[in-house]
């Protein structure tokens, strides 16, 4: 379940619940598992979400810049979570770096 805990408590909800949604769908893509393994139950896993404090746990084996992604798109409060603008700037995503760059261009000519 991917819904961002203001949404679970019927509170105000903007774009950044669809951040918290994004971190989620990340960690079930990474891990091939849902992000709440610890929860079984549907109606524990959405008290879970809405009243714990807690967030989904981050892959170990993700790069720093992927934890780091994850945690601004994993905030519990809305107001703190990142932009979809923020995110894409973001080096998670920074697919054209020095490193690669190479590699990258020139894929779709």
Not at 6 to 31: H, K, N, P, S, Y
């Amino acid at each position: 379940m991917f819904m961002a805990p203001e949404v679970v408590r019927g509170e105000e909800q903007g774009f950044r619940a669809d951040i918290w949604a994004l971190g989620c769908t990340i960690i079930e893509m990474a891990t091939g598992g849902s992000p709440w393994t610890n929860v079984n139950n549907s109606a524990s896993l959405l008290y879970h979400i809405a009243f714990s404090g807690l967030t989904p746990e981050i892959p170990n084996f993700l790069s720093s810049q992927g934890k780091e992604f994850l945690n601004k798109c994993l905030r519990r409060d809305q107001k703190q979570r990142c932009s979809a603008k923020e995110l894409l700037k973001h080096r998670f995503l920074d697919l054209y770096n020095e490193e690669n760059q190479d590699e990258f261009s020139n894929k779709c000519d």
